[in-house]
């Protein structure tokens, strides 16, 4: 069975402000044991808490996220100011022997135990508040061990609407044809480039499983149980070039990609479209393995690295955070 939460303008106006909940039902219409579950989708910087934390004791509004080189030595600061991400969906399935379609119409021979809960957004994400347009739900779904969890990434459309039925592209412009908005300046190790302007404009679309093949990576929800599950991408991923997965020569480095803008008379940092592609890939890549989920256990708001549901560990910006 597939349970869907699909916004449309008119459910927008009346839940503006307020959750949605869903109840699952099985095929007799009666109601399964159901746990109360809220969704959340989190940035997290180096020291494994959330960068919205951060801000809280921060004096301006950036967060802090470093370089690395391709032999994994620092090679400066990224000083962000906006991170913007297009969430279209994010999918939990707990999977049975059959399978259903997505419009929750499930064939005779199907698995009943087959059960597909999906957030149909889109959601603009901000990653550095760690906040969500529109909101996020919370959804009465049904209890079980879930093995599978998907994330969509996609730009967004003209139509695509906010809680208050607003066109999101209208709010986010730097969204315009582009799934990933960051801003900032960056700071070299070296101090050769002190704040200089950095844009990235990223094309990303994916959509990328979070599980894995380990199937070790599961999330139990229990009945009668309220369940704060959190996506995380940890930003102190995204800018190492040192990884042979997603930089397979190691032969790239964040800095190839400064220029010299002879109109302002300065140096800058701007990632978009075919502008650097190579080096775009490289960071893109990172972002798909920067993804972690897992459940909430201590009610802090934030994914630790004890709690994430993916045992390598190796990449972890909150490893030490315990």
């Known amino acids: 069975m597939a349970y869907t939460y699909a916004r449309t303008l008119l459910w927008s106006s009346l839940i503006a402000g307020s959750s949605l909940m869903l109840a699952a039902c099985g095929p007799s219409g009666e109601s399964d044991a159901r746990t109360q579950t809220q969704l959340s989708i989190q940035g997290t910087r180096p020291d494994g808490t959330t960068a919205r934390n951060l801000l809280r004791a921060a004096s301006d509004s950036g967060v802090d996220i470093p370089v690395y080189d391709n032999a994994g030595s620092p090679d ?12 279209k969906e994010v999918d ?5 022997e059959g399978d259903d379609d997505v419009d929750g119409a499930s064939d005779s021979n199907d698995d009943s135990s087959h059960v597909e809960i999906e957030f149909v957004g889109p959601y603009v994400v901000d990653l550095l508040t760690s906040t969500t347009n529109p909101v996020l739900p919370s ?3 049904e209890a079980g061990q879930y093995d599978d969890i998907e994330v969509e990434i996609e730009k967004l459309e003209p139509e695509d609407l906010d809680s ?3 066109p999101l592209i209208d709010t986010y412009p730097e969204l315009d044809r582009f799934t990933l908005y960051l801003e900032g300046t960056y ?4 101090g050769t480039h002190n704040a200089i302007p950095f844009k990235l404009q990223s094309e990303l679309s994916e959509e990328f499983d979070l599980a894995g093949s380990d199937i070790s990576n599961t999330i139990t929800l229990n009945t009668d ?3 704060d599950l959190i996506v995380a991408f940890r930003m102190a991923r995204w800018f190492r070039f040192d990884d042979i997965e997603t930089n397979s020569d190691l032969d790239l480095t964040l800095q190839e990609a400064i220029v010299w803008n002879e109109a302002e008379q300065r140096h800058e940092l701007f990632l978009s479209g075919d502008n650097r592609s190579d080096v775009m890939e ?3 890549d990172n972002i798909e393995e920067s993804g972690d989920f897992g459940e909430d256990d201590d009610d802090d708001g934030e994914l630790g690295s004890d709690e994430d549901e993916d045992d390598d560990d190796e990449w972890d910006d909150d490893e030490d955070d315990q």
Not at 92 to 96: A, H, N, R
């Open 139 to 141: 959804l009465l779904i």
């Open 187 to 190: 700071t070299s190790q070296d």
């Open 164 to 166: 208050e039925g607003n």
């Open 92 to 96: 939990l399935e707990m999977e049975g």
């Open 225 to 227: 149980q309220t369940v």
């Open 76 to 87: 400066g600061t990224l000083h962000l100011t906006t991170a913007w991400m297009v969430v």
């Open 282 to 284: 490289v960071i893109e």
